[in-house]
């Protein structure tokens, strides 16, 4: 059983919260336009950190990941990107991956619009975890927590912080 801490769209901006929300958690995953090298290395001093490159990330964040990230934790098979779209609106080229791997699990950002989602079609749950950053037009800053245990995906939990 891991205990996920999920967050995306931080751009740059550090909130002591995201620690405190994600006590306990076994791993973060950072969905892309992370905005600093910081905001990640906060993060790996509380536990192991997982992230993709978003579209504002620079030079050295880019360096450091990877556009998109397919990994397995526990026996449950993960895609993350930060530019993906949702079922029924994939991104065409995430579509074709989605389609490819079939994972469990298909995380994703860039929209800072919370959504869950299960994709019927190809058995898939659907994660964005909105913005955690206070740049952009969202109303409040989300985080996510869940649990992996096996296949399962449970526990999900919406945290929302005040901008």
């Not at 504002?56 to 880019?62: C, F, N, P, Q, V």
């Not at 950002?109 to 994660?127: A, N």
Request: proline fraction near 4%; glycine fraction near 10%; charged fraction near 25%.
């Amino acid at each position: 059983m891991k205990r996920i801490g999920l967050l995306s769209d931080t751009h740059g901006w550090w909130d002591d919260r995201y620690l405190l929300q994600f006590n306990g958690c076994d791993e973060i995953w950072h969905a892309g336009d992370i905005g600093s090298p910081l905001i990640i290395d906060k993060l790996q001093e509380h536990c192991p950190v997982r992230a993709v490159c978003g579209n504002i990330d620079g030079r050295e964040l880019s360096i450091r990941f990877d556009d998109i990230l397919s990994f397995k934790v526990e026996d449950c098979n993960v895609i993350m990107t930060h530019i993906g779209g949702y079922p029924g609106k994939y991104d065409p080229m995430m579509r074709d991956i989605l389609n490819k791997e079939r994972p469990q699990l298909f995380i994703s950002g860039h929209s800072h619009i919370l959504k869950v989602m299960y994709d019927e079609s190809i058995g898939c749950l659907h994660i964005n975890p909105g913005a955690a950053g206070k740049q952009g037009w969202q109303q409040v800053r989300t985080l996510v927590k869940f649990i992996i245990d096996g296949k399962e995906i449970k526990d999900l939990e919406v945290i929302e912080l005040a901008l």
